[in-house]
C-alpha cells in the first residue's frame, strides 16, 4: 500500500546519479564531492536514492520480493540516515519526491511485520513506557531545571507566552544538561516569559515516523497536540532539531495541512535567538576566543523545510493536478545559527565545503545510529575529516544526535577537534 | 556455461566478499535504464534478465584483470560501466555481471604544465573539474552532466555544449589503458611509454584510440575495460570557485569573473515560419567567428534546451512554453580572455563587428531570454553541464534526429529532419501530443574546433510508455532513414549496434572490420555481448544464440 502511493516517483527516476553527489554548482574538491552516506559506505548503487526507486519498482513490478532477500532489504532500507541529501540534489533536475520514496519503503517494511528493526522498537517502546527514548523515569525529565525557577506549564494555571520544549536526548542524556540550562539562561537574559512542560513533557514521536512505524506516531502526536492544546502554547521553541522537525513538518503531514496553519509556531532555538539578536533584546558582549565551524543537522535544515501539504495525481507528461509545490530542502533553517555565531566576538566562524542544503549529515538520523553504529562512526569521521580542513579548532552544532555522533567520530579518529553545542558557546558571550 | 557458484566464489576471492554481490536486492539496482525510449523497449523485452547475476567492484587494474579472467575461464559475460546513465551498461542477458568501478575513484595525476589529467573511471567530472579550475585549467563538460564518470563519457563520444574549441569527449582522449576482453592490458598513446609522460595521444607509443570506437561512438565495454585514461585540459582564467548566488535548483551565477564574458545573440526570425533563415544566419555567425578565431563558447541552442535547462520546475517548463518564453532559436556565445585582458577586449571588438555583419541583435540583459540562460545555466555548461534536466518534459527523451558534418550542412539536414518529423505528425499522427512544441523546431548546432566541423541533435520527449516509447523510436528511424537517402553523413553517429548492418555498406563496410576486431579479441562475446551487437532492444534469445549457447 505504502509504495504505490510514491510509485510515479520511484519508477520515473533516470538514474542519473545525480543523487550520489553534492549539488554540482557547490562541489568544491574531488575529495568531498559526495553528498550520500549510504551509497559512499555501501558502495552498490543500491544504497544511493537511485537504487532504492530500483527497489520499489522491482517489489511494485513482482520482479523483487521481500522473501527474495528480506534482511538485505531492510538492512538497505534502514541503513539510511534519511537526511534527503539525495532529495536536494534530484530535483535540481527532475521533480520527484525521493524522500516520499524513502519515507514509503519504511512504512511498507513495517506494514509487512519486518520493521522497524529491533533497535528502533527498543526506543519506540521506551516512549510507551516512559515517554522518553532512554528508559528513564518521568520524574527526572525536568532535573536539569531545578533551582533554575522556571515555570510548570503543565500546572493549572501557569502560561507564558513561549513553550520551551526540551527533548529527550537534553533532559536525560549525562553531559547535555548544560544544554537547555543554557537556553534558560540565554531567555531569561533576554527577558522572555516562557515555560516548560516539566515531568509532563512527552517525547515528540519523531523517531516512530522515521522508521515507518505510523501507527506509534500517530498515538505519540496526539499526546502531544492534546497537551499544547491545553497549555495554549502559541510559541514552542526547542533545542532539538528533531523534535523542531516532528513539530513543524511532520505534525503538518499527519493532519494533512500545511505547517503554517498548524495552531503553533514551532521555532528552533537559534532561530528564536537569532531573532533576539536582532531585535536588540539579546546582545553578546564577551569575546570567545575561538576558530569553529557549523555542522548543519538535516532535521534543522533540509528536512526543516515547512511542510506543503498536496493531494492530488500525476497527469500526462508528469505533471501535478493541482499544481504541487514540491518541498526542496532550501527553506531550512541554516542563517539563524551564523547570525549567532558571527555575532560573538573574537569568535573566528570558518565554513566546511558541504553546507547548508548540501551538508554532509553526520550519520545518525533516521535511526541508522542506533540499528547501525559502524556506519553512523564512518559517516561521522567523513564529517570530522571535513571539519578539520577548514583549520577550526571545534565542530559547532545544535543538535544532541549530531553532537553524540560527531563526538564518537572525533574519539574513533584520534581527532583534537572539539565539539560543541551552539549555546554553550553563546552563552560565554554574554 | 553460466555464472555459477564456482565463479562468484572467485570473484570473491580476487575483490573480497564486502566488494561483490550476487543479492537480488544488490543486483535490483543495476537492472533498468528508463530514461531513454530504446531503455523502456529493452527493458520490456528483457524483463528480469537485464538483473545482472552480480555486481562486482575491482579497486585495480590488476583486480580488473583478473576478473576477466574468470569470466573467460567461466564463460560468462561481463558489462563494463562507469556510472550507468546510458542503456549500454545494462545487461540483456540472463547471467550477465556488471564490473562497478566506485572503488577506482583517484586522480591519479593533474598536470599543470601539460595541461592534462590520470584519472580512473569512477572520477567524476565534477570532481576533476573543481580540481583543474583551481590550477587555471578545466574540462569540456557534457550533456549527460557532470555527475558522470569522465573516463566513460569520453571514452564512448562526449558531445558538449562548451565544445567550440575543445571538440568532443573522444578528441580530449590522450591516453587508456585498457584490460581486453582476456584480461591483457595494452596502453595507448605516450602513456603505453613509461616516462614518457601521459601528454599526448600520437605517441610516443602506440595510437589506439580506434580500437576503442567505430564510427562517432566507442563500444561501451564491448572491447573490454578502459581502467584509466589520460585526457586533455584547457586553460581556464575564471574562478577556482565556482561563482553561485541563491539555494538549491534555484540557483544563479552571473559571472566567470572578469576574463570571461557571455553574449545572447538572436536574430528577429520567428519559428517555425522563419526557421531556415533563422539557422542560415546562425551558421553564418559561426563561420564568421570560426574565420577571425575568437570565443570560447559558440553554439545556438534550440527550444529544447532553452526550455529545460532554464526551468526550475516541470510545471514552470510547461508554463513557459505556454508562454512561448523562446519565440525561436538563439545563439550563445563566451568569450574568455586567456591570456591577457586585452584579448577579451579584442575579441569583443571583432564580435561586435561580426554580428553588426550578420544581421544579428544582442540579447540585453533585462530580457527574459537573457535571465534566464545566462544568469541561470549558461556558466553550468561550462562547469558541469546539465542536459539530464532535459528528461523533465515528460521524465523521458531521446535524441530525435543527429549528424555531424559542416555548418551549413549541418543546418540542411536539421531542416531536412525536421520537415520529416512534421510530416509524420501531420500525415501519420506519429508523435502526436509528445514531440510538439519542443522537437522538430531549429535545432542544436554545435560547432567544433573553431567551426571545423559541427554536430547537431534534435529531441523527442515521450513519456515512459510503451506505446509512446515505440512511436518515438519509428519517428527516429524514419528520421534517419531519410538521412541515408539524402546521403547525409548521419551514419558516423549511428555506426552503432543494429545500425552496423544497415549503415555499414554505405560507410566502406566498417561494420565488418568492426565486427572482425570483436570477433579477434573476444571470441566469445563476453564484452558486454548486448551492446557491440544489438544495443537498442534484444532478446535473450537472441543475445544467447550470437553467444553460441
Not at chain 1, 568544491?28 to 558502495?43: I, L
Not at chain 1, 536539569?144 to 525557577?149: F, G, I, N, P, V
Not at chain 2, 523510436?473 to 551514419?491: L, P
Amino acid at each position: 500500500m505504502a509504495l504505490e502511493k510514491i510509485e510515479y516517483d520511484a519508477t520515473h527516476c533516470q538514474r542519473c546519479s545525480t543523487c550520489k553527489w553534492s549539488h554540482l554548482w557547490e562541489v568544491k574538491s574531488h575529495r568531498f564531492a559526495r553528498n550520500c552516506p549510504s551509497v559512499v559506505y555501501g558502495k552498490f548503487d543500491t544504497y544511493a536514492a537511485q537504487g532504492k526507486n530500483d527497489i520499489v519498482t522491482g517489489l511494485l513490478k513482482g520482479e523483487l520480493s521481500w522473501e527474495d532477500s528480506k534482511d538485505r532489504l531492510l538492512e538497505i532500507i534502514y541503513r539510511c540516515p534519511v537526511c534527503a541529501a539525495c532529495d536536494v540534489s534530484c530535483k535540481r533536475v527532475m521533480d520527484l519526491d525521493i524522500i516520499g520514496v524513502l519515507d514509503a519503503l519504511r512504512e511498507e517494511a513495517c506494514e509487512r511485520g519486518y520493521g522497524p528493526l529491533p533497535a528502533h522498537k527498543e526506543f519506540i517502546q521506551s516512549i510507551m513506557n516512559y515517554d522518553n527514548v532512554w528508559k528513564q523515569p518521568r520524574n527526572r525529565r525536568a532535573g536539569w531545571a531545578k533551582k533554575l525557577d522556571i515555570k510548570d506549564l503543565s500546572k493549572a494555571g501557569e502560561t507564558a507566552d513561549v513553550l520551551y520544549y526540551v527533548g529527550c536526548t537534553y533532559a536525560y542524556k549525562p553531559g547535555m544538561e548544560t544544554v537547555p540550562m543554557h537556553t534558560a539562561k540565554i531567555l531569561k537574559a533576554a527577558g522572555i516569559d516562557f515555560g516548560i512542560l516539566g515531568a509532563k513533557e512527552i517525547c515528540c514521536g519523531g523517531i516512530a515516523d522515521n522508521v515507518g512505524d505510523k501507527k506509534s506516531f500517530e498515538e505519540i502526536a496526539k499526546k502531544n497536540l492534546d497537551m499544547f492544546k491545553a497549555t495554549g502554547a502559541k510559541t514552542i521553541v526547542t533545542n532539538c532539531p528533531g523534535c523542531f522537525m516532528t513539530f513543524s513538518e511532520k505534525y503538518a503531514r499527519l493532519q494533512k495541512i500545511d505547517t503554517e496553519k498548524l495552531p503553533y509556531t514551532v521555532k528552533h532555538s537559534t532561530q528564536f535567538i537569532a531573532e533576539l539578536l536582532q531585535a536588540g533584546k539579546l546582545t553578546f558582549t564577551r569575546p570567545v576566543d575561538m576558530t569553529v565551524t557549523w555542522h548543519d543537522p538535516c532535521h534543522l535544515g533540509r528536512r526543516g523545510e515547512p511542510y506543503k501539504h498536496w493531494e492530488g495525481k500525476r497527469v500526462k507528461f508528469g505533471l501535478t493536478e493541482p499544481p504541487r509545490e514540491m518541498n526542496r530542502g532550501v527553506n531550512g533553517i541554516y542563517e539563524a545559527p551564523r547570525e549567532i555565531l558571527k555575532a560573538i566576538p573574537g569568535l573566528r566562524f570558518v565554513e566546511m565545503e558541504r553546507i547548508k542544503e548540501y551538508a554532509w549529515c553526520c550519520g545518525s538520523g533516521g535511526g541508522a545510529k542506533s540499528a547501525y553504529p559502524d556506519f553512523a562512526l564512518a559517516t561521522a569521521k567523513e564529517r570530522i575529516e571535513e571539519a578539520e580542513a577548514t583549520g577550526a579548532g571545534a565542530i559547532i552544532t545544535s543538535c544532541p544526535w549530531c553532537e553524540s555522533n560527531l563526538s564518537d567520530g572525533i574519539d574513533a579518529g584520534g581527532s583534537r577537534l572539539r565539539v560543541g553545542d551552539i549555546l554553550d558557546i553563546a552563552v560565554q558571550a554574554l | 556455461m553460466a555464472f555459477t557458484e564456482m565463479a562468484y566464489k572467485a570473484l570473491q576471492d580476487i575483490v573480497g566478499s564486502e566488494n561483490v554481490s550476487n543479492d537480488p536486492a544488490i543486483c535490483q539496482a543495476y537492472s533498468r535504464v528508463q530514461w531513454l525510449p530504446s531503455g523502456v523497449l529493452q527493458r520490456e523485452r528483457c524483463g528480469l534478465a537485464m538483473r545482472p547475476a552480480c555486481v562486482v567492484m575491482p579497486g585495480s587494474t590488476q583486480e580488473v584483470q583478473r576478473i576477466l579472467q574468470v569470466a573467460n575461464r567461466y564463460t560468462f559475460p561481463f558489462v563494463p560501466r562507469g556510472s550507468g546513465f546510458t542503456f549500454s551498461a545494462f545487461p540483456t542477458l540472463a547471467g550477465t555481471i556488471v564490473i562497478d568501478p566506485k572503488r577506482m575513484d583517484r586522480i591519479i595525476e593533474l598536470n599543470e604544465k601539460d595541461m592534462y589529467a590520470v584519472i580512473e573511471p569512477y572520477v567524476s567530472f565534477v570532481g576533476l573539474q573543481a580540481e583543474a579550475m583551481k590550477c587555471g585549467l578545466y574540462t569540456p563538460t557534457p550533456l549527460a552532466g557532470s555527475q558522470v564518470s569522465c573516463l566513460a563519457n569520453y571514452s564512448w563520444h562526449g558531445a558538449y555544449g562548451n565544445s567550440w574549441i575543445t571538440g568532443i569527449g573522444a578528441q580530449n582522449l590522450l591516453g587508456f589503458e585498457l584490460v581486453l576482453p582476456d584480461g591483457e592490458v595494452v596502453r595507448s598513446g605516450s602513456m603505453a611509454c613509461p616516462g614518457a609522460g601521459s601528454f599526448w595521444n600520437d605517441g610516443p607509443g602506440p595510437d589506439l584510440r580506434g580500437f576503442l570506437r567505430s564510427g562517432m561512438f566507442g563500444h561501451a565495454g564491448g572491447m573490454g575495460v578502459v581502467t584509466k585514461i589520460s585526457c586533455k585540459l584547457w586553460p581556464y582564467a575564471g574562478p577556482a570557485e565556482f561563482p553561485a548566488e541563491g539555494t538549491a535548483n534555484m540557483k544563479f551565477s552571473s559571472s566567470l569573473g572578469e576574463n570571461w564574458k557571455w553574449y545572447m545573440i538572436k536574430f528577429p526570425l520567428k519559428y517555425p515560419e522563419q526557421e531556415e533563415q533563422e539557422l542560415r544566419k546562425s551558421a553564418e555567425l559561426f563561420y564568421e567567428m570560426g574565420r577571425a578565431e575568437i570565443g570560447e563558447v559558440a553554439t545556438h541552442l534550440a527550444q529544447q534546451f532553452l526550455y529545460t535547462y532554464s526551468s526550475v520546475t516541470k510545471q514552470d517548463l510547461f508554463d513557459n512554453m505556454k508562454n512561448d518564453v523562446f519565440p525561436s532559436g538563439f545563439c550563445v556565445v563566451a568569450l574568455q580572455g586567456k591570456t591577457s585582458p586585452d584579448q577579451l577586449a579584442y575579441e569583443d571588438r571583432v564580435l561586435h563587428d561580426i554580428v553588426k555583419k550578420v544581421g544579428g541583435i544582442f540579447v540585453k540583459e533585462d530580457e527574459p531570454a537573457y535571465q534566464v540562460w545566462i544568469k541561470r545555466a549558461a556558466n553550468e555548461w561550462i562547469r558541469f553541464g546539465n542536459a539530464q534536466r532535459l528528461s523533465r518534459a515528460s521524465d523521458c527523451f531521446s535524441i530525435g534526429s543527429s549528424n555531424v558534418d559542416s555548418i551549413d550542412q549541418i543546418v540542411y539536414e536539421i531542416l531536412e529532419s525536421n520537415k520529416v518529423g512534421r510530416d509524420l505528425l501531420k500525415n501519420e499522427g506519429l508523435g502526436k501530443d509528445f514531440v510538439q512544441p519542443l522537437s522538430m523546431n531549429g535545432g542544436w548546432i554545435s560547432p567544433q574546433e573553431y567551426g571545423y566541423w559541427c554536430l547537431h541533435t534534435t529531441d523527442v520527449f515521450p513519456e515512459q510508455a510503451v506505446d509512446q516509447c515505440n512511436q518515438a523510436i519509428e519517428i527516429i528511424g524514419k528520421v534517419t532513414k531519410s538521412q541515408f537517402e539524402r546521403r547525409s553523413a548521419a551514419a558516423a553517429i549511428h555506426m552503432i549496434g543494429p545500425a552496423y548492418d544497415l549503415f555499414g555498406p554505405m560507410m566502406g563496410d566498417v561494420h565488418l572490420i568492426v565486427k572482425g576486431l570483436k570477433r579477434e579479441f573476444d571470441p566469445g562475446n563476453l564484452s558486454n555481448p548486448g551492446y557491440a551487437t544489438r544495443p537498442d532492444v534484444v532478446t535473450p534469445e537472441e543475445l544467447a544464440k550470437m553467444m553460441g549457447h
